[in-house]
């Protein structure tokens, strides 16, 4: 499989980026053993934690300088919400993804807006916990889960929220199945699946706490997704 690149904004936390990134790891592991099963070896993805990083001897304001640009390209001022969109045209036209396709996951600090279809509004406050691109790439939040004050609930949620986010990327939920609902302007699973659409916090960890009790990542029908994208990406058309 492509190698996966995580940076993150400079206000989310160590313990933040480490439990995101258990839940990104956590899915990609689950695409692997799912072509293993399948008698298919897709091999294991390149993990690249970047973090908060800037090219040094690279001038301040350049383009794709730093994780600051990405920001600064995608910051509605207006609202202060970074344009989850808009943050992965960014990383669809950065130099590394024509060098080499990858895989990109961020995390920011900063609310996230979408097409109005993808936001919920919660106490008059309007935001959307992720963004994502098919094949590409995923904007995930992490302010909205803070509100979560157990140190246990924020990290469940977050796993949960960085699977799901990545499961869009690697093509779980195919629209054309008869368990998957458009809901929030995306496809998503009906089972007991992390690919079902949590528009809220306490959704998300609820979800989270089923889905765990269950033992249940990726059901059947979203696990034969992802093989498909997998096959698909991997050996090509034929």
């Not at 070896?41 to 040094?56: A, V, Y």
């Not at 458009?182 to 989270?208: I, K, Q, Y």
Request: aromatic share 8%; proline share 4%.
């Amino acid at each position: 499989m492509k190698s996966v690149s995580v940076q993150w904004t400079r206000d989310v936390s160590l313990m933040e980026a480490r439990t995101a990134l258990e839940g990104i790891a956590g899915a990609f592991e689950a695409a692997i053993r799912i072509a293993a099963d399948n008698g298919f070896d897709l091999g294991r993805p390149e993990m690249r934690p970047f973090g908060t990083w800037h090219i040094p001897g690279v001038a301040m304001g350049s383009p794709y300088w730093s994780t600051r640009w990405y920001v600064t390209e995608s910051l509605n001022p207006a609202t202060g919400r970074i344009r989850g969109e808009s943050f992965i045209d960014v990383i669809r036209d950065e130099p590394w993804q024509k060098m080499g396709a990858h895989y990109d996951v961020a995390l920011v600090h900063f609310d996230l807006e979408a097409a109005s279809e993808k936001m919920v509004t919660v106490d008059g406050a309007s935001f959307a916990l992720s963004a994502t691109e098919a094949n590409l790439a995923a904007v995930i939040s992490v302010l909205r889960l803070r509100e979560l004050s157990d140190d246990d609930d924020f990290a469940t949620a977050l796993r949960r929220l960085a699977a799901h986010s990545v499961g869009h990327v690697i093509e779980a939920a195919s629209p054309d199945r008869s368990t998957v609902q458009d809901s929030f302007g995306d496809p998503h699973c009906t089972n007991v699946c992390v690919m079902r659409h949590a528009a809220t916090v306490p959704e998300v960890l609820d979800f989270a706490r089923e889905e765990n009790e269950a033992e249940v990542l990726f059901c059947e029908e979203c696990s034969s997704d992802i093989l498909n994208h997998g096959l698909r990406h991997h050996f090509g058309a034929n």
